[in-house]
Nanobody, 121 residues
């Protein structure tokens, strides 16, 4: 049984910060890459950040220089530090256990339940 459990969402004013966490349990290996996705209202999920098993990160252009993703393989957790939040960052944030395909993140089948982030203007 694989579980991904997100936490840390909330309501914040524009310019504020939040730190999301994703706790991983079950048979997912530390070799998995992990991705953070955002689903804005009425829109499909979109990858915003990903981290490889070695800690290399990639970011969508809309969050680069504002978001920082990290992982702790001992605690089996990944984090997304979000600074200088904007109203367009609003959405449900999901973590996904996937794979590193060369320099690209490949989405896996395991998802968390999501955590809501709302940024007010």
């Amino acid at each position: 049984q694989v579980q991904l459990v997100e936490s840390g969402g909330g309501l914040v004013q524009a310019g504020g910060s939040l730190r999301l966490s994703c706790a991983i349990s079950g048979s997912i290996e530390n070799s998995n890459a992990i991705g953070w996705y955002r689903q804005a209202p009425g829109k499909p999920r979109r990858l915003v950040a990903a981290i490889s098993n070695s800690g290399a990160t990639n970011y969508d252009g809309s969050v680069k220089d504002r978001f920082t993703m990290s992982r702790d393989n001992v605690k089996k957790a990944v984090y997304l530090q979000m600074n200088n939040l904007k109203p367009e960052d609003t959405g449900v944030y999901y973590c996904n256990a996937g794979f590193q395909g060369g320099s690209a993140y490949v989405e896996g089948i395991y998802w968390g339940q999501g955590t809501q982030v709302t940024v007010s203007s």
